[in-house]
């Protein structure tokens, strides 16, 4: 099969998914560059333009070649006995929608199926998935509700239900954040939420080749200016990810198990990371992601690493259970 790196996206985190292309070309250098275009088109890339792109989370990447519609683009793949590296994040690359194309024709790609992708990708759902499986999760709010909540709890949090990379983060600390919210509520739906008080952690989970599925250990997030946005995690220097995690062994242990089992219920296949606050209470469920970051600021990557697994190989690994899903 040929190996092809799938990049870019129409949606936000397209800037963050071309850093994880030049992390993927490193580690994968015999393998073709495709870049789907904010018009749906894919371009065929050439390694140096990839490269030589030397600000991706600040600049768009702009390919020099005509592209061919996604659906032709799949087809092309399929035809080409081709296997999809997703080097993607966010919206229709992580909705399940790009997934499902890939499966109606055969086109065998890394990550989760497009019925999991969808799952976890609507952290409202994911939330009443994950907490069927015993991960504790906070309650939502409704838009309505906002202000008598804010009044009982003192401070919120609010995001976007379907996107990632953290943006569009609200924290709710005075009045006029509500009106924020609302503002923002009026062009996607929201998930509102109280804020709870802790340490940020993430946990990855790695699905090999030869069956087994593991919990990889917690790493303990220390935002250089408070919070951990979109910011604090591609462009602040001062930002701390600390692997293994500074928790107790105790606290560890419950993360790990509660990323496994959060994996198990969304479905989730190959790998994925779950997201939670380690409150006075213990860790509390944030968001799944079925296509974290592959950047080499990203966290999964250095989770493997500390784990004594070489990008490289979890890559291979991933391709081999890509090929193998889309098989049977």
Excluded at 112 to 141: E, T, W
Excluded at 280 to 296: R, S, V
Aim: net charge negative; aromatic share 8%; hydrophobic share 40%.
């Amino acid at each position: 099969m040929r190996t092809t790196i799938l990049f870019g996206g129409s949606n936000k985190e397209r800037l963050v998914s071309v850093a994880s292309a030049q992390a993927l070309h490193q580690a994968l250098p015999e393998a073709d560059l495709w870049f789907w275009d904010v018009a749906d088109n894919v371009h065929v890339v050439q390694s140096e333009q990839l490269l030589e792109h030397t600000r991706p989370f600040e600049d768009e990447f702009m390919p020099s070649t005509r592209g061919l519609p996604l659906a032709q683009a799949l087809d092309q793949a399929a035809r080409e006995d081709r296997v999809l590296v997703l080097g993607l994040h966010g919206g229709r690359a992580e909705n399940g929608e790009l997934q499902a194309m890939c499966e109606m024709r055969g086109v065998p790609f890394t990550g989760s199926s497009s019925a999991s992708s969808h799952l976890a990708f609507d952290k409202v759902a994911a939330k009443r998935f994950a907490a069927i499986a015993g991960v504790p999760a906070p309650g939502g709010i409704a838009l309505d509700d906002i202000d008598a909540a804010f009044a009982e709890y003192g401070k919120l949090i609010a995001k976007p239900a379907r996107d990632g990379s953290s943006y569009g983060l609200i924290f709710v600390n005075a009045k006029q954040d509500l009106i924020a919210v609302r503002n923002a509520a009026k062009t996607e739906e929201y998930l509102i939420e109280p804020f709870i008080s802790g340490v940020e952690a993430t946990c990855g989970v790695l699905e090999r080749s030869d069956g087994s599925i593991i919990s990889l250990l917690p790493i303990e997030i220390v935002p250089g200016e408070g919070t951990f946005d979109y910011t604090a995690k591609y462009l602040l220097k001062s930002t701390q990810e600390i692997c293994p995690g500074r928790f107790s062994s105790e606290i560890s242990a419950a993360i790990m198990d509660l990323a496994l089992r959060a994996h198990r219920a969304l479905s989730c296949t190959g790998y994925s990371r779950t997201d939670f606050i380690v409150s006075a209470n213990g860790p509390i469920y944030l968001e799944t992601n079925t296509l974290p970051g592959l950047t080499k600021a990203s966290l999964y990557p250095k989770a493997l690493k500390v784990q004594g697994i070489e990008f490289v190989d979890f890559l291979h690994d991933q391709i081999e259970l890509a090929t193998r899903r889309a098989h049977r």
